[in-house]
């Protein structure tokens, strides 16, 4: 076996570990508002100030690897999502859990994002690199599957702090087994990414005098003078809105509030997850065949619209219409990832991509933090979450439109110029 499928392997067990604990604050929002009296616009803004600091940690986190190596990031990234979950057990006042969720595990997870996995494959593959690519994607469902049920069942029954426990312990196990595994370039163990042709060549390497904030700063720069760039920021800003923000947050408090055990609608919230594998990996291979641009636009429209009907079907049992958009939107919900990393490759390159995609999915997770806390205080203030159903599925449809207008291919003009090979 190809060593590249061995790291790749490790890399889908530390992004499932970093979706564990995010995926959790959906299930602890009810338990921690019991336990301690806090109101949901104090839970829902810890939540957001994850998701905003997650995003925000990820280009640079792509610039830190570029700098000081993937495997000694992604080890103390770990290490950090295990103190911020552990010491939550601890934690008497919502401060500490806005600096514990929204700081230590913001940044821990942030640097295990997907800018994580697109590194990852970008460097160790160039055959079937956009399977792999939905692979990482999906890994954020697989943490839904893994962890959410019993969460969960752990929150409903023992209590909070011993599902809290279970990801920190999974997190500092992975760390060790990264550092065992995890090579930073396929030269490093003398071999070739997994399908490079005889006359490959690694790209050249970050210059030692470049800071991994510098890097990305520069990066960001050179990509803002880029149309497509702006355009890729506006609707991943709105893809992290429609997932993690309200339907990773907000669904099961939502079922509950029609009537539904926080039981089942964390077990549904697990299923979206399972589906979800199987439709961002059906993305990648779709976006080694298909125009980016269109599978961009199919997903968001398609989303837009069934979350316009949402509210009308959540109740206390799950009817075979629930069943339906279950189904089709955990085939949608991270889709949009391959397509929008392959077209990140395509206009901006290979050894600038990863920073590029970092700084993309920041306003995912942007998007994501400014959602959770929108539908917190619509939620408070209205009583239900029609509203945030609606301006979610509105949001996607535009999205959807900004997809059409990509240019197919990269022009002088807008893609920033590589820099030649010393």
């Known amino acids: 076996m190809h060593r590249a499928w061995l790291v790749a392997l490790v890399t889908l067990g530390a992004l499932i570990a970093a979706a564990g604990f995010r995926s959790s604050t959906g299930a602890l929002l009810e338990p921690l508002e019991e336990d301690f009296g806090w109101s949901r616009a104090t839970t829902s803004g810890a939540v957001s100030l994850n998701l905003v600091v997650y995003g925000l940690t990820a280009p640079f986190a ?43 595990v913001g940044i821990g997870t942030g640097a295990l994002a997907l800018v994580f996995g697109a590194v990852v494959a970008n460097r160790w593959f160039v055959s079937h690199r956009g399977v792999v690519v939905g692979v990482f994607s999906a890994a954020s469902s697989t943490g839904q599957l893994v962890f959410l049920p019993t969460i969960a069942h752990l929150a409903d029954g023992p209590g909070w702090r011993y599902a809290a426990g279970l990801v920190a312990a999974f997190a500092l196990l992975l760390a060790p087994l990264v550092a065992w595994v995890v090579r930073d370039q396929p030269a490093d163990v003398g071999t070739t990414p997994y399908g490079a042709p005889a006359d490959w060549t690694p790209p050249p390497p970050v210059t030692a005098s470049a800071s991994a904030a510098r890097l990305a700063v520069r990066t960001l720069r050179e990509a803002a003078r880029s149309r497509v760039f702006w355009i890729l920021f506006a609707t991943f800003w709105i893809c992290g809105w429609s997932t993690n923000g309200l339907i990773g947050t907000h669904f099961i408090p939502a079922a509950h509030d029609h009537g539904m055990p926080e039981t089942t609608s964390a077990s549904l919230l697990a299923l979206i997850g399972v589906f979800d594998i199987v439709g961002t990996i059906a993305s990648g291979w779709l976006t080694d065949r298909v125009d980016s641009r269109y599978l961009l ?82 939620r408070q203030g209205l009583g239900d979450y029609l509203v945030a159903w609606l301006t979610a599925g509105g949001l996607c449809l535009v999205a959807a439109g900004l997809c059409l207008t990509l240019p197919r291919h990269s022009q002088p003009s807008e893609a920033p110029a590589r820099p030649s090979s010393p």
């Open 62 to 104: 792509a610039a830190l690897m570029e700098r000081f190596g993937v495997r000694r990031v992604v080890g103390w990234s770990l290490v950090l999502v295990a103190a911020g979950s552990g010491l939550t057990l601890v934690m008497t006042q919502a401060w500490q859990l806005w600096l514990l969720w929204g700081f230590a």
């Open 297 to 378: 636009f199919g997903y968001y429209f398609f989303r837009g619209l069934s979350l316009l009907v949402v509210h009308a079907l959540l109740g206390p049992t799950v009817e075979p219409s629930l069943f339906v958009f279950v189904v089709f939107y955990g085939l949608d919900w991270v889709a949009t990832v391959p397509p929008t990393v392959a077209l990140c490759r395509q206009h901006f390159g290979a050894e600038k991509a990863g920073v590029v995609f970092g700084w993309v999915f920041a306003s995912h997770m942007v998007g994501a933090g400014v959602a959770a806390a929108y539908a917190g205080w619509i």
